[in-house]
């Protein structure tokens, strides 16, 4: 079983940058492909972004590729998101999650286990 815990979030102006963390517990977390999702007030949770297990291959949504990476540290048990260029649009809890599949999914069901997540709010 893996735990996860995100921290990172803030508020921000438009422009603006933040690198959220995720930090994850248990031996096999290096196993992991890992996912970040966020949900804004009112929307359904979305998908940001993915990496796989040994940090190889990155898949992002269409919103946030080219402003957003998603990278990991295996030795340190943590994967991280770098966001730049913020828009409000971006605004939202800013979730981590962890699969134990083969393949890099993106749907939400496809992850097994989920951090707290962290609100991120960016002003205009």
């Known amino acids: 079983q893996v735990q996860l815990v995100e921290s990172g979030g803030g508020s921000v102006q438009a422009g603006g940058s933040l690198r959220l963390s995720c930090a994850g517990s248990g031996r096999t977390f290096s196993s992991y492909n890992l996912g970040w999702f966020r949900q804004a007030p009112g929307k359904e949770r979305e998908f940001v972004a993915a990496i796989t297990w040994i940090g190889s291959n990155t898949y992002y949504a269409d919103s946030v590729k080219g402003r957003f990476t998603v990278s990991r540290d295996n030795a340190e048990n943590t994967v991280y998101l770098h966001m730049n260029s913020l828009r409000p649009d971006d605004t939202a809890v800013y979730y981590c999650?962890?699969?134990?599949?083969?393949?890099?999914?993106?749907?939400?069901?496809?992850?097994?286990?989920w951090g707290q997540g962290t609100q991120v709010t960016v002003s205009s």
């Open positions: 999650a962890a699969s134990r599949g083969v393949l890099l999914v993106t749907r939400g069901d496809g992850f097994d286990y």
